[in-house]
Nanobody, 117 residues
Framework: QVQLVASGGGLVQAGGSLRLSCVVSRRTFLIAAMGWFRQAPGKEREFVAEIRWNGDTTYYADSVKGRFTISKDNAKNTMYLQMNNLKLEDTAVYYC??????????WGQGTQVTVSS
């Protein structure tokens, strides 16, 4: 079973930046892609970004295009989410996840990102 540990959240002012990290361990050979999701209070979890584990193809939600960048370092089994020009509406718990085949099957514990005015 793939295990994920996310970190890097915190409190930042609007317009600021944060970088999230997600370390992957165990059975990484099963991973097809990695992604970031987020869940704001009172809202459903939503997709943020995805990157192929073998390759560099990326996908982004429209709400974060041009501001967030997903990347990875396979040698370190680590995925990142660089978040720039943060907005109040980016406040949420951010989760990293691993995809096997066409489904996300493993989730990290979540890291809180709070953007203040």
């Amino acid at each position: 079973q793939v295990q994920l540990v996310a970190s890097g959240g915190g409190l930042v002012q609007a317009g600021g930046s944060l970088r999230l990290s997600c370390v992957v361990s165990r059975r990484t050979f099963l991973i097809a892609a990695m992604g970031w999701f987020r869940q704001a209070p009172g809202k459903e979890r939503e997709f943020v970004a995805e990157i192929r584990w073998n390759g560099d193809t990326t996908y982004y939600a429209d709400s974060v295009k041009g501001r967030f960048t997903i990347s990875k370092d396979n040698a370190k089994n680590t995925m990142y989410l660089q978040m720039n020009n943060l907005k109040l509406e980016d406040t949420a718990v951010y989760y990293c996840a691993a995809k096997q085949g066409a489904q996300y099957v493993a989730w990290g514990q979540g890291t809180q990102v709070t953007v203040s005015s």
